[in-house]
């Protein structure tokens, strides 16, 4: 073990806890590995030291150093270093402007004699000033902050992945992504990672996938059984049975852990397992309000509701196999960890803006806006990111130039869109073009499609396609008129906000489906919010239901066929049969809803 690191697990023993920030600075490059950073994780877990994000870190260091000694004072430091961004901004507009000495002397007089408040004016209504203004004052990254920052991406990506796949629930949910993956339903390139960094080809992986997928699911059924005989152990009074049964499962959720990571899944295939978790939590929370609600308003619940309460509660418990503040406590874990590696990206990117805008001074009049372009680097520059591999031994602004120039000359050939279209499209569009201004000159009107098409001798639908082509694609920012005040994006609609009568039309839509499902029984209404996702928008299968409830899927078939008889009840859906008549705009969470209105 490094020296280093020693010193830092023995002061975190002592503190019982540990940032990810100092375990990232402490940790060797060669320890950056998976086996090893496993290794420190099991320790760091025996030992009782809580990994903690940036911003709880840093309050718990401040009050460990007013503890034992004086903090440590960074004021100057940060003042020096925010002095010199603000000034090296302002060099980046006077380049952006033009050098102001170059400029008419009466024309500097007026300058100088203008109000703070109108030059504030000047700048706020200056896109680009704007930006550069805000842009200046992020300080530039040092060669050992980019590759501490770039060790700190992979390091909380490599936690978050382990963190989330240690859960039973996470891994089945991996199980049956692998499995649409080798049944050839899902794409492999874009939902597994290879690297070649870490000799991860798409044969190895391809071939790993059908060995560990039996081994996971034979991992689970083991720690299953273990989690009732534990729960039996506890009821017995006997803590040593429960304790060691305890520790196969935590031993087996790491080996877990690790035979779902060996078939590679992209983290953005990890990320909504964490979601998931998510809202289950949400729902215990909400469980558990509904509850004491319940004690200290006896009268107002139903008993029977109440014990289909309890019942749910078990479920939730008995579906994840774990305690319900344990899971609460895991997923605040993982919002950390994951808040940490997004946090490590958005400053690596951060400190290369500067890169963005020197790249895209050179693309300008090629048909984008300047704003446009740097737009479209800063999305190479988060290409960049996420694919960077500090340990190649190159500078990470080297290997973005080459994304960021690859995102905007992709934005300029789609936005021009010459490139795409071949030679005899062109020849065909020039065709079209001088027989459409034939016929304008000849019948003193723009000719209709059908008139073109057949002066033309194609047919209709080729014509108005080629038509179509040949347009040219106009910036939403591009001003409209002299003034600037308005630009064309105003002036067209958003469909992606809903109209306000849509709005209100669900909202009623939303009271009333609440209102008719109040006169189901408890058991009923839940059952019929989970199978048809009504509420978070997540649809639950009949197993997964009768797990939470510990019925059968049979059970749970014959429970939502008799709630869903009761909804097509005339008083029930009559007051839902007028929504069926106004199409409703959906969202996510209310596709579910409606699915439901179709059923009654």
């Known amino acids: 073990m490094h020296p280093a690191l020693n010193e830092l697990l023995e002061l975190s023993r002592q503190r019982t806890w540990v940032g990810y920030e100092e375990l990232n600075d402490t940790l060797p490059d060669e320890f950056i590995d998976p086996k090893r950073i496993d290794d420190i994780l099991v320790r760091l877990d025996g030992m009782g030291v809580e990994a903690v994000d940036l911003r709880e870190f840093r309050a718990r260091r401040w009050r460990y150093n007013q503890k034992h000694g004086e903090p440590l004072d960074i004021r100057t430091l940060l003042s020096a270093r925010l002095r010199a961004a603000t000034m090296e901004a302002t060099d980046l507009l006077d380049e952006e402007d033009g050098d102001p000495i170059d400029g008419e002397p009466e024309e500097m007089d007026r300058t100088a004699q203008e109000t703070p408040v109108e030059s504030s004016a000047k700048r706020i209504d200056d896109p680009v000033r704007m930006y550069l203004t805000q842009m200046g004052t992020i300080p530039l990254l040092t060669r050992e902050e980019e590759i501490r920052l770039a060790k700190k991406i992979e390091l909380t990506r490599w936690i978050f992945r382990r963190r989330v796949l240690e859960s039973e629930y996470a891994a089945m949910l991996a199980v049956e992504t692998l499995e649409q993956v080798h049944a050839g339903s899902l794409p492999f390139d874009r939902t597994m990672r290879v690297s070649t960094a870490e000799t991860n080809s798409k044969e190895k992986i391809t071939k790993r996938i059908p060995y560990n997928l039996p081994t996971i699911r034979r991992v689970i059924d083991r720690n299953r059984a273990d989690w009732n005989l ?20 935590a031993a087996r959720r790491r080996r877990l852990s690790t035979l779902v990571e060996e078939c590679c899944l ?32 006896p009268s107002r619940y139903d008993p029977e ?25 895991k997923v605040h874990q993982l919002d950390a960890v994951f808040w940490e590696y997004e946090q490590a990206k958005r400053d690596l990117s951060a400190g290369n803006l500067r890169l963005v805008v020197s790249i895209a001074k050179k693309y300008r009049n090629r048909g984008l806006s300047f704003l446009d372009i740097i737009q479209e680097g800063n999305t190479g520059l988060m ?24 995102a905007i000359t992709r934005a300029i050939a789609d936005h021009a869109r010459t490139i795409r279209i071949p030679v005899h499209m062109i020849e065909t569009m020039s065709k079209l073009r001088n027989i459409q201004k034939n016929l304008l000159q000849k019948m003193g009107h723009e000719p209709t499609i059908e008139e073109l098409a057949e002066a033309a001798g194609m047919s209709v639908a080729e014509t108005r396609r080629v038509m179509k082509i040949s347009r040219h694609p106009i910036s939403l920012d591009r001003p409209v008129g002299e003034s600037e005040d308005s630009y064309f994006g105003d002036f067209i609609e958003d469909e992606r906000q809903e109209a306000p009568s849509a709005v209100a039309a669900n909202e009623m839509l939303k009271r009333r489906i609440e209102d008719v499902l109040k006169t189901l029984t408890y058991r009923e209404r839940e059952i019929v919010k989970l199978r048809y996702g009504i509420g978070d928008g997540y649809t639950y299968t009949l197993e997964e239901v009768g797990r939470i409830f510990k019925v059968t899927r049979e059970r749970v078939r014959q429970v939502e066929a008799k709630a869903i008889r009761k909804l097509q009840h005339p008083v029930r859906s009559r007051k839902l049969e007028c929504f069926l008549e106004t199409p409703l705009e959906e969202t996510p969470a209310e596709s579910g809803v409606k699915e439901a209105v179709g059923a009654v």
């Open 230 to 249: 534990m729960n039996e152990a506890l009821e017995a009074g006997d803590e040593a049975k429960a304790e060691d049964l305890r520790t196969k499962i």
């Open 305 to 329: 509701d109440v014990e289909v309460m309890k019942e749910e509660l078990s479920g939730i418990r008995s579906l994840v196999l774990m305690e319900h503040d344990e899971l609460i406590a």
């Open 266 to 297: 992209r983290t953005s295939r990890i990320a909504p397992y964490h979601k998931k978790m998510q809202a289950i939590a949400r729902k215990i929370e909400q469980l558990r309000e509904e509850l004491r609600r319940a004690e200290r308003n």
């Open 383 to 406: 290409r960049a990111v996420d694919k960077y591999e500090y340990k190649r031994g190159y500078k990470f602004s080297t290997y973005a130039t080459w994304w960021i120039r690859q």
